[in-house]
């Protein structure tokens, strides 16, 4: 099976080539950034003797023709041209950035500020959220990978959602991540000096991830109302953790909430729940596709507080689109996946 | 004016050190801790030729005697110990533990587990939040030095909070912190191979400065209900950040809250309130006493959000410490903590 | 073919883990360490899912009975108890710690200020440095697995050593080391608060890696004088980088010193020649078995600077035992360590 | 005694501006950079209500009439420019930039590969190596403020190279930096992403304070050779440690030298010379103009190692610089500048 990354000098681009390189059934066709006609490992040394492939111009046809997949590891409005290059050709799409993700195009017009992509090409793509929606996904053509932040959300708030245990308007996501989701180009605030023994909050209120994590959440319970979704940068460079509180409409304790959660993600060997009092931390899923999760209801307030976390590089990004691409082309969701956390 | 310090080889202790080297009224009459008979520049190289005191045993006679005032930067339990030494002496104590805070010993026991302080002490101590209890700190003899998260936690809250625009039952309090706050005792949790490119949250509805920020809010609205209270170790040496979240119970605007924000603490030179549209981030009160505090409120959701930084050290310990022990002995609160922050 | 692990819960012994996870040859037979009775992923979390054996009191009979090759994860000075009691059972040895490498006991006893195993079993350890004793470890019993400095130097300096380029006196060798190194033990000196935002050099003069580096250098080349040997610790959690300057005998330019280390290594896969004008990042090797290498020969000295980089848990420990272990088992020596280094 | 800053807006500015706003002579009179009008705290916001002063154009004349010295915190290549417009008024100048320093002009364009100044701005000006030049820093007009490294490393050599203890082509320096001496334009290699956990060596023999080192030990001890000069970019923000590697020509012992680097810089507050076995770490010295060393010579090898620190900022760039002010105004060498290190 050949596959095609494009935007492959970005974060979510090296990473996938991470994981393809050891990919049992996917075999690296073809690199492509603006950065062409150089070896990747000039621009990632760390590659040298791993794949020496050059990066090279797109050329839509010959994508089209070769490969069976083609990743987009491109920013937003970026990935829209190029996808409405490809949508003729035979290949299949998963496209890393948010411009398939928003059903609804005047979501994406207030919130990414930018030109969406057409409405029938927002209609037939099915979002790869992989635990959810693994029906569609196989069968899908054409993919909007999850963001980062929706995933660890969305993960993390499911269960409770579906059971219609928590309050409508209660639903408060306190974000963190590490500067590799803020990608590779250069930016002031994005310095070591200035990152480096700091925490910013930024996009209070404003973030684009919002519509998407309250566009799934209402799929789930339509009685859903507005989220209050606050993110900040921290000094790492890999992970997310999303601390999320909710109201509880009925007195539930954390033993049950942790069955619940358990029994729903018994089949889904990259969601773990973690046991009774302990919770995970950033760098217990460094390098790996889990999304680990802890729970704990306070008596005083009847607030469960949810904890979930991933690297933001993998089940928030690459990763997540290697799971989709193996759901897509019948192949265990594991395939290729199988990282052991790097701790320490 | 002759200060002695308690728990001098501690980071608050230390800290007192640095900022009443250079204060122009207090002199540094003696240093104790457990770890006697050495220069402190032979713990703490830094020190070399500023200060090259000996730290000594402690002498609660002496220090009663010949010192004007005591801070004792040393950890619960200890204090209180301390204190019931030294509580006879004709000596102002300020200490920055956590044993004088609450009035209701029953919750001491509860949230420290350990035995609390006699009631007659309690009752006299002073809570040393000095933008708001200036007049009882000035006539105070045995200050109860706040906790560096109610600090920041209480800061932010207080004017929404007195005005009574808040949904009482609505408060979660986001916060991180450095690991300075931890202290200089080996742990395996405080290494810097565990916290380093990581992020942990911890004692999840369990911080043992939950009712002490309760207890400050009740005082301000007897109405207020228990607080939401999550704690995050920060991959930082200094600093803490709470976020804070709460429902307003009227229609307000950002504008207007800034406004009443700028208003209240408009003779306090310690709290900065940032403009419109920017929030402060944890590096830009490094190393001084500032608590510097932003805005927003969300119309979709009538939530306000409200950030909160501080030094932990500063502001959060040490720095009130002097703060207080200015107001105490008739002084500008600003004596000797005129500090710009380090940056970068 | 079946492994036990003895230290399993320090850092090298959990990076075994995460290595022979995925080992297609190996299998993880018994773990042990002084934790015992518990999961292993009751102390490290990261686990959870992935290996849930139990952590056992080490039975010297029932290893030898049941295992083909056990991993001594162990200090120095433990390490000696543990071969004494193994090396009568038929089972191979890898031993990270210090006490099998130097020849001569008195050098043990000198740097390592500790009583030294018996002669007999020095005698018969070999060296595992695995790009230059191949012949003699697959022949071992019981391996000696190299420090992490001395791993780093005598890769970067073996091809200028060996062909007597180097006047033996000239050797400095400034090595700088990220905390895993310092192992999981909670000690002052390696708490957040001390290592970040700082850099200590420590036992200059005095690293008991000194005499293991002087031991093969001679063994290379018998002209070889003491060398200069200082270390540093870096706020990073994996990774050493030796910086290496030596005096050329000879009017030797870059170019030509390039291509003596490329044809000196090409047959080996985990060492890395970079091409001129560039130099190897600690990054760039992070999670692997690399060793990466970069040269330049200053004209206005005659002076040659090597830089040599590696993961000091994997190459310079774990990874190494595990490619000393496929050599003693005829196996490719990269079996389950082709790792691409995680980056960023 | 009035000062203006150009360059404000980068780190070395704004390092100024935070030493002189609490500067008891020197009173900031006009800011600027090319970021003009705005307020410097809406660039810095740590600078909120310290100082609202407006960043402002360059205005030669102005400046000249107004103020009584001007600090240039500008790049090399752009100081010269602004030196040759300001030579004609009367204003004294100090140049942090490289542009002043190098008193031979060929060897400016053979490091910095850019034009230089005129040979007569050259020969007057004064290399403000404070410890060292303070007689003709005291009657200078211009002063060269000496680059971060070269600080460092100087200070370290001098007492062994004037003495001529050391064999004269034997010098090696191995020196480490933070990132804020790269400054604050964005670049990819300054990124977090890209510094952090991470260890870069960059400029190997090519550095172009390699000849500023150079210049300033022959006019020690004219049979100086060539140096070896390594740097390393560390993940650190403030701070440098130079690890000085010279071969001893006499039988010396490490008593003997510290006495002889005690009674060097005896009357040098700014220096502080550390106990027999101990050494600095960058930390120690954070947010102040020291300059601390340790030494140690290995009998082995008959070679000392010097370790020296400064903060970069401060010692290797705006604290100097206000160290040279108040020498040429006749203030005492500490005033403004007696900090206490920022530790933890």
Known sequence: MKVSIIGVTGYSGVELLRILHSHPVFDIHSIHSTKVDRSISEEYPHMLHIID???????????????????????????????????DKDIKIIDLSGDLRLKDSSEYIQWYKKDP????????????????NEESIQSAKWIANPGCYPTATLLGLAPVIIEQFVEPASIIVDAKSGTSGAGKTPSNGTLYTEVNENLKIYKVNEHQHTPEIEQQLRMWNGEIKPITFSTHLLPVTRGIMTTIYVQLIEDLDTDKLIDLYKNTYEKHPFVRIRPKGTFPAIKEVCSTNYCDIGLHVDKRTGRLT???????????AAGQAVQNANIMFGLDQQTGLNFSPLYP
């Open 117 to 132: 992509v057409k409405n029938s090409i927002l209609t037939e793509s099915v979002y790869g959220l992989s635990e959810w």
């Open 306 to 316: 949810i904890v979930s976390v991933i690297d933001n590089l993998m089940k928030g």
């Open 53 to 87: 492939k050059k990066v090279e111009d797109i050329d839509f046809d010959r994508i089209g023709e070769e490969s069976d997949v083609v990743f987009l590891a491109t920013p937003s409005g970026i990935s829209k041209r190029l996808v409405e290059q490809l949508i």
